[in-house]
C-alpha cells in the first residue's frame, strides 16, 4: 500500500501561482508513475499533468501547457506541481494519484493509489 498526502492549496488571485506537493509513504520501494489530477465541481476528474519514474517523461493536459510543471525527488518520495499564471477555470480539487509502473498514464481508471485532494480556488 502507499499513502499519498497532498499539501499546498488555498486561494490566489488570477495571474498568480501556487505550487502543490505530495508526499508518499507506506511500499516506495517500487517504481511509481505519478500524476496530479483535478476535478472541478460538476465536472469529471481529468488529467492535470503526469511524470515517469526516472522524471525524464512528462506529459501535461493541453490546458495547463506552459503554466503548469510536474516534479518529483524520488529520494525525498515527493511529488510537485508548480502552477503558475493560474486562471479562474483552474479551480479545482487537485489529487495527486500513483501507479505501479515507469511510464506515462493519462486515463485515471489505471491509477492504483490516490489521496484526498487539496483544494485550488482561484479568483477573478
Known amino acids: 500500500q502507499v499513502q499519498l498526502v497532498e499539501s499546498g492549496g488555498g486561494l490566489v488571485q488570477a495571474g498568480g501561482s501556487l505550487r502543490l506537493s505530495c508526499a508518499a509513504s507506506?511500499?516506495?520501494?517500487?517504481?511509481?508513475?505519478m500524476a496530479w489530477f483535478r476535478q472541478a465541481p460538476g465536472k469529471e476528474r481529468e488529467l492535470a499533468a503526469s511524470?515517469?519514474?526516472?522524471?525524464?517523461?512528462?506529459a501535461y493536459a493541453d490546458s495547463v501547457k506552459g503554466r503548469f510543471t510536474i516534479s518529483r525527488d524520488n529520494a525525498k518520495n515527493m511529488v510537485y506541481l508548480q502552477m503558475n499564471s493560474l486562471e479562474p477555470e483552474d479551480t479545482a480539487v487537485y489529487y495527486c494519484?500513483?501507479?505501479?509502473?515507469?511510464?506515462?498514464?493519462?486515463?485515471?481508471?489505471?491509477?492504483?493509489?490516490w489521496g484526498q485532494g487539496t483544494q485550488v480556488t482561484v479568483s477573478s
Open positions: 507506506g511500499r516506495t520501494g517500487s517504481t511509481y508513475t
Open positions: 494519484a500513483a501507479r505501479r509502473s515507469s511510464g506515462i498514464y493519462y486515463s485515471r481508471s489505471v491509477y492504483d493509489y
Open positions: 511524470i515517469s519514474w526516472s522524471g525524464g517523461s512528462t
